[in-house]
Nanobody
């Protein structure tokens, strides 16, 4: 069992920035693809960004491309989501996911079903 622990998030005004972090204990993290998703109450979990184990394969949703940056530090077993130029429509609960099986990297980074571990979620609220 892998426990992902998220930090960051909060309330910001539109145009500002936030950084989300997601950490997992152990060296196994280095082999995982990691993804960020977000969810608004009553809607499905939405893909935001993903990164493969060595950081060479990165994918972004079209609506965050150019504003958000995903990165990872395998020495610290942590993945980050730098969010710039935040807009009210970015308001959601953000979740990090880990794929320990390799399915996300092979099939699709964008589908939650390929991630088998999840963080606890963190609220991001952007005011107009």
């Amino acid at each position: 069992q892998v426990q992902l622990v998220q930090s960051g998030g909060g309330l910001v005004q539109a145009g500002n920035s936030l950084i989300l972090s997601c950490g997992a204990p152990g060296r196994a993290f280095r082999s995982y693809s990691m993804g960020w998703f977000r969810q608004v109450s009553g809607k499905e979990r939405e893909f935001v960004a993903a990164i493969n184990w060595n950081g060479r394969n990165i994918d972004y949703a079209d609506n965050v491309k150019g504003r958000f940056t995903i990165s990872r530090d395998n020495a610290r077993s942590t993945v980050y989501l730098h969010m710039n130029s935040l807009q009210p429509e970015d308001t959601a609960v953000y979740y990090c996911g880990a794929d320990s099986t390799g399915q996300a990297a092979v099939r699709s980074f964008r589908l939650p079903l390929y991630y088998n571990y999840w963080g606890q979620g963190t609220q991001v609220t952007v005011s107009a």
